[in-house]
Nanobody, 115 residues
């Protein structure tokens, strides 16, 4: 499974961005998918998860109520709608797919929120 993220960029605090993650390869084996992020000098941290059928989601407390994860299985694409962005949301955002217990990562997309 190959994953490619896009949609990052520079935005002012309070603004919005929508990230996309397109999967290719053996996508029919993909279980749940996640978004993670890593800020400079910090550990990679969990942001959000969505189940294979999109029926269940969960979020880190820091983004709950501001971010929405979704997926379109027909297009092998996962999204992260990010609203009310804060400077502390600045990070490289990665998508991750779980396939038969193995995690596959994308290359990341930079999100920078200016104050």
């Amino acid at each position: 499974v190959q994953l490619v993220e896009s949609g990052g960029g520079l935005v002012q605090a309070g603004g919005s961005l929508r990230l996309s993650c397109v999967a290719s390869g053996s996508t029919f084996n993909v279980n749940h998918m996640d978004w993670y992020r890593q800020a400079p000098g910090k550990r990679r941290e969990f942001v959000a998860r969505i189940t294979s059928d999109g029926g269940r989601t969960n979020y880190a407390d820091s983004v709950k109520g501001r971010f929405t994860i979704s997926r379109d299985n027909a297009k092998n694409t996962m999204f992260l709608q990010m609203n009310s962005l804060k400077p502390e949301d600045t990070a490289v955002y990665y998508c991750k797919a779980l396939v038969y217990g193995l995690g596959y990562w994308g290359q990341g997309t930079q999100v920078t929120v200016s104050s």
